[in-house]
């Protein structure tokens, strides 16, 4: 644990432990007190699991809005909740457009969309069927796009997801009532275990 990280625990330690991700600027709003600008804050309990990843985006199209595109993504488990958020920089032209995103089940391979399976469904993956795709069920992340070419979303589910060599996809669309969000543009790896 970094000097950084034990300094945001002393200024916030009454609502619980918070760990701190380097990542690509936070909005004001995301950071309690403390937290250096550039980075994230999630609270943490004490025995939480964690996961996180930062950096480029890979592409799955040759062509789209996130060819020089960053994204920090971090998940914390605490029992059968998790949290999850998502922060993306750097993505040209697409101001006021929404896009989705979502936790896939396989890994985030650079120009092949199809290695990212489908998304983590925790019907699918606890054998129940029929299996139902909403925001309960799976992690959506769908971002609107600011002016200065940033997005953020976060997300509360009621379950835990396995571990694995995972990954965040970001899609061409919006996601729908059924989960579909459109054609794979770009991920971003997240594996735990
Ligand atoms: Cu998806």
């Not at 939480?48 to 998940?75: D, E, I, Y």
């Amino acid at each position: 644990m970094t000097g950084r990280v034990r300094g945001v625990l002393a200024v916030v330690g009454v609502l619980g432990v918070v760990g701190v991700i380097a990542g690509p600027v936070a909005a004001a709003q995301n950071r309690p007190p403390g937290v250096p600008r550039g980075e994230i804050a999630i609270p943490v309990a004490p025995d939480s699991n964690v996961a996180s990843s930062n950096g480029p985006l890979r592409p799955l199209q040759p062509h789209g809005p996130f060819g020089t595109a960053r994204a920090v993504v971090v998940m914390v488990s605490h029992g059968a909740r998790t949290s999850v958020r998502l922060k993306v920089t750097g993505i040209e032209h697409a101001a006021g457009r929404t896009f989705g995103a979502h936790l896939h089940t396989g890994p985030c391979v650079a120009g092949d969309g199809a290695a990212a399976g489908p998304h983590y469904n925790t019907d699918a993956i606890e054998g129940r069927k029929p299996a139902r795709a909403d925001r309960e069920r799976e992690v959506w992340l769908d971002f609107t796009v600011s002016p200065s070419g940033a997005g953020t979303a976060s997300t509360v589910v009621p379950f835990a997801p396995k571990p694995g060599n995972r990954s965040i996809v970001i899609h061409q669309e919006a996601t729908d009532s059924h989960g579909t969000a459109g054609a794979r543009l770009a991920c971003i790896p997240l594996t735990w275990d």
